[in-house]
């Protein structure tokens, strides 16, 4: 019985090795895809980030964008405004999300922005 026992309690603590193992490797990947991610967005767009306390794609999920238009970041947040004006019976916390929002993918559009003419200067100084 003891031996059963034993055998039992030996194939169980490598069952939950191996799934411990396998769940440590899946977030190294998942870091180092996040990390990759962060390198590609460069500097200037990390660093807006840290100092927004908003990340990029959680500001285009607030003002439901898809792609960063003016027009259309504009449209959203003005009706997001409106509608979450505490006069209105909306909601503080949730304007203050739409404001800082806004600000965050305004500040990615200055970025980007700056990035093209960057490159445009480059490309210029080439001929």
Known sequence: MAKYLAQIIVVGVQVVGRAFARALRQEFAASRAAADARGRAGPQSAAATSISGISLQEAQQILNVSKLSP?????????????????????FYLQSKVVRAKERLDEELR????????????????R
């Open 111 to 126: 970025i980007m922005a700056q990035r093209q003419s960057e490159r445009e200067r480059s490309r210029s100084r080439r």
């Open 71 to 91: 027009e259309e970041i504009q449209k959203n947040y003005d009706h997001l405004f409106k509608v979450n004006d505490k006069s209105v019976g909306g909601s």
